[in-house]
Structure formats: C-alpha cells, structure tokens
C-alpha cells in the first residue's frame, strides 16, 4: 500500500511516499480501515518537525484524521461492522491507504456525506463543537466572534455559532475569504487586513445595545488576541483554539480581572484519553445539525495522496478555505 513518512524530522516537503506492507489485522478494540480522505492540519506540520504534544517514533505516518471503509474488525467490537462508513481522528497514520484506529475514536460517516468530505470533518468540526459548547456554552441571542472565519476550524465554528443561535462576527484577511465566511453564515465580516478588528467589533456591539463579544473563538492568536481583549463585554468568554499567526500570546491578567474575562484553552483531542464518552456526544450532536442542513462541510482543494507537497504548501501559505484533504 501506499503511504507518506516522515523519516527525518523536518518539513512537510520532507515527506517520501512509500510503498509498504498492508498493514496487520487489528488488535482487541480497534478496526482496520481503506482510506478514502485525510484532512490536512497545522498539527500534523508541528508533528512532522517534531514540535507537536505527540512525538511518534521515526519513521512513522502523519495524519491525524480520516475516512473511509471498515476492512477488520478486532475482537470486543460490536459496534462498528466490517464495510461501515466511518471517520476518525487517530495519534498518526492517516496519510496511508489503510490505517489502524481505535474503535472508540471511529464514528459513522453522517448520511449523505461524501468520504472525501468526511475526512477533513473530524477534527475542525469536533473541535468547534467542543469549545463552543463545552467550554464557552455559548447561548442563543450572544455575539460570537470568530478569528481566522475562512479556515478549516474557523469555518466550522462560524457554522456552529449559527446552529446554536448566536449572532456571528467573523474576521479573515481579505474580501475573498470574508466572502466564504457569509456563505457559512456570518452575519458580519471584517477583513483584517484592511480594516480594524476592535473598532469594527464595538462598532457592530453598540448598534445592537451591547458591551462588545461575548464569546471570542481564537486559533490564530498574537496581535488578534490582543485586539479581542479590547472589544469583549463584561463577563465574556475567549477561547484559545491555536496560534496560526505564529506568535503565542501573552495574556494580561489585570485586564482578565477588571472585565471578569474567562480565558480557556481548549485542545479537542486531549478529550479522546480524558473523557471519551464526551466525543461520541460530540458527533451525535454535529450528525443532527448535519441532518437539519446546518452544516455545510466546505473542502477548498483536493489532492491525490503523490501531490502531498503542493497540498501542504496551500495549507501553510494560507491560499486554502476550508479544508484540504489528501485522496487515495
């Protein structure tokens, strides 16, 4: 089968595609998989330079999360049958034709979803519903504002914001890109790069009869950061998904104080050891407002698994909207 390695660490560019064994059968409590899709994400870039939270052993696979078709089936699992549908977020592996996943991390592809579209859902729509709900419990009428609105995490939570009846302020550098994020559902855009976020977001506050932001949903960090700190209401909730920009904020904590700020870190896949039984919840909530047409998985740009290079550059250099996604 095919499969790209990291065997130095390094760049993604680094990566070789391989030509491997298939892979074993399944041990006690995880299942075999044909991969359709793998969804790109600036952790596996972290990963393949060895600066991720998870250091694999070289040389190993990266990918962190897939779809694809049920091949085995380990004993103990009677939930998951040989030929089902599935998504899954995995450690590593997914970049391959086959991966191994632990059942308890593998959920049913939803109805009328394509697998390709399946493989970049996992983790951008998981971790959106996560923070947005676990975390933030963001309420119906608040003013959600979202960071980085046209990427693979940024889209999701502007679609979630929408689905759970908040009022939705989206930020991404250029028109295009605030283009995507209306399509998603924001009902207002500021491009960053051509306008002020803080004054642009007090702005939009005080015509509605409000402080500022209740709910800030964060995976680029830096300068932004500090601008969200600025245009947040009393009381409000921001959330630090990631650091896309580069640069990892210092947080003042006088500010925290005066406005009664919480500010929460929130990392979805640490959920899958901690409390696992949360990410099966997840999914069944993404599956119903995916069923009511509230969901709108949105893939920019698909590659076949031999031009890995050009997906990650596209990713990395910020031209994509949505997901990119690797083919097999």
């Not at 005080?206 to 500022?212: I, M």
């Not at 950061?225 to 959330?239: K, N, P, T, Y």
């Not at 920009?245 to 929460?264: E, H, R, S, T």
Request: net charge neutral; hydrophobic share 45%.
């Amino acid at each position: 089968m095919r499969a790209l390695q990291c065997q130095a660490l390094g760049k993604p560019s680094d990566l070789k595609l391989v030509e491997i064994p298939d892979l074993p059968s399944p041990q006690a409590g995880e299942i075999k998989v044909k991969v359709a899709s793998a969804g790109l994400n600036f952790a596996d870039t972290l990963m393949i330079a060895g600066q991720y939270q998870q250091k694999p052993e070289l040389p190993f696979t990266p990918g962190l999360e897939l779809a694809g078709t049920v091949l085995e089936i380990g004993s103990g699992e009677t939930r998951i049958k040989v030929g089902d549908p599935v998504m899954a977020a995995v450690d590593h592996g997914g970049f391959a034709e086959q991966a191994i996943v632990r059942a308890a991390d593998a959920m049913p592809i939803p109805s009328g979803m394509d697998p390709v579209v399946a493989g970049g859902f996992v983790i951008a729509y998981g971790t959106s519903y996560g923070a947005l709900v676990w975390k933030a419990r963001l309420q119906e009428g608040e003013l959600l504002l979202v960071h980085g609105a046209a990427g693979g995490v940024g889209l999701t939570a502007v679609e979630i914001g929408k689905a759970l009846g908040a009022r939705v302020i989206a930020t991404a550098g250029g028109a295009d890109k605030c283009a995507v994020a209306r399509e998603h559902g924001a009902d207002w855009t500021i491009d960053y790069k051509a306008e002020n976020v803080r004054d642009r977001v007090k702005a939009i506050a005080a015509a509605l009869g409000r402080e500022g932001a209740d709910v800030v949903y964060d995976p680029v960090g830096g300068e932004i950061f500090d601008a969200s700190l600025r245009c947040v209401a009393w009381g409000a909730r921001l959330l630090v998904v990631g650091f896309a920009a580069g640069q990892v904020q210092k947080i003042p904590a006088n500010i925290l104080l005066v406005k009664n700020i919480d500010a929460q870190g929130f990392y979805w896949g640490s959920y899958r050891r901690h409390q696992p039984a949360l990410i099966g919840d997840c999914f069944a909530g993404l599956a119903r407002m995916h069923a009511g047409g509230r969901l709108k998985p949105h893939i920019s740009h698909r590659f076949d698994l031999a031009n890995f290079a050009q997906a990650f550059d596209i990713l990395v250099t910020r031209k994509s909207t949505g997901k990119v996604v690797l083919t097999t």
